[in-house]
DNA sequence: CGCCGACCGACCGAAACGGTCGGTCCACCG
DNA sequence: CGGTGGACCGACCGTTTCGGTCGGTCGGCG
């Protein structure tokens, strides 16, 4: 575990393999389904990884640790836009060059709608502490809707990017398809708007 | 198929088994998790479907039927602003009363990603087809981006509300969401009436 | 009462599962 | 030059899960 080369190459499994457990979850991705993504026999892929168990726990860690890295660079900002926008750049990056990985920090919404009962260590809870969310709270229920549509924006963007080879080209428009859910392009500084809408 | 009682049972069972076959795909799909996911055991679920693929084409058909509804309801509007919107007001319709059908709309994105080969007869492609959209074409790819970034936001956020039970609430917040994703500002200044256009 | 459709528990052969083992290949070191 | 060790694989093992079947229970209805 010395050289550089293997980390590489063991980090290329975990990306891989993020975007595998996130989208089907931990007990319908086969050990088979990894190595074929990532080009080795299952012998070969458990050459790198004792067993299963410790290939999702590095691939948790993996997310952890990248969602982690946005949420220290805008910790230094106060809430508003400017830290909303800091931290779309840096999820846009993470998002392009690890796509696995944000589709793992999206899975919890998509597998609590399938009523499947899940116990991750939820390292998307950065994500939306990054953005100021807190899940369980209804009190601002736009920003909420606004977030967890950037993200969801987010995630589909980097995955089709990444398959149509585009990720630099595209990377400015994500940023702006981003920010514009996030309902960025007008002065929003109205946090007691009376927004009865329409009964 | 005489009651109404028995298709509504069965829509039920499609917009779940959509959300599963969407994300896990076929394959890892099983009857076993359809039949949790509906609350019927697996002999009673293929009670009312003869096999696991009459089900997955019914699912497809199911989906198709939904996408085209989007599609024809739109086809009478020249491709702009109006016809966007009007296409998201009835994708959002679709997507907050069968969340899992919205899902397999985005499937082949994610899937590809996994260098998974489908061949489904992508009812996707009407929706994307609803927003003018030619997926092979790279002649505008802002528009590609902010059409696949809406459909991503409205995945999740359908999802979301679905789970979170806020679907009436969220509406339209969904809808400003997706609208602004697409890069549609909105109207919010003229002196005409913006915001009630959607009640 | 008898009938019928909805639904279930138990079961089947086959396939896939996680994991092991022995071996091949090859870069590198003496 | 032989040899040493890591990366990787094909074949295999015992177990679980797969799609699907079968016989049966239950309740509503004529």
Redesign the pocket.
């Known amino acids: 575990m010395a050289r550089p080369f293997?980390q590489q190459?063991d980090e290329g499994i975990l990306d891989r393999a993020a975007g595998l457990f996130a989208r089907r979850g931990y007990a319908k991705?086969?050990?088979?389904?990894v190595a074929d993504a990532v080009?080795?026999?299952?012998?070969?892929l458990?050459?790198?990884f004792?067993?299963?168990?410790a290939l999702h726990e590095a691939v948790l860690a993996h997310a952890d640790a990248l969602g982690r890295r946005v949420l220290d660079g805008v910790a230094h900002l106060p809430p508003g836009p400017a830290r909303d926008r800091l931290a779309v750049e840096l999820l846009v990056d993470v998002a392009l060059g690890h796509p696995g990985v944000v589709a793992m920090l999206l899975a919890p919404v998509t597998e609590l709608a399938d009523g499947v009962v899940h116990e991750t260590g939820s390292p998307e809870h950065a994500v939306l502490e990054a953005f100021g969310v807190d899940p369980d709270d209804d009190a601002d229920p736009e920003r909420t809707v606004r977030v967890v549509g950037a993200l969801g924006a987010l995630a589909v963007l980097a995955l089709a990017a990444h398959e149509a080879d585009r990720t630099t080209e595209w990377r400015p428009l994500v940023v702006a398809t981003c920010l514009d859910a996030l309902g960025h392009r007008r002065p929003r500084t109205l946090p007691s708007h009376p927004q009865q809408a329409e009964a």
Chains 1, 2 share one sequence.
């Open positions: 293997r190459i991705t086969s050990v088979q389904d080009g080795l026999s299952k012998a070969g458990l050459h790198h004792p067993s299963k168990d």
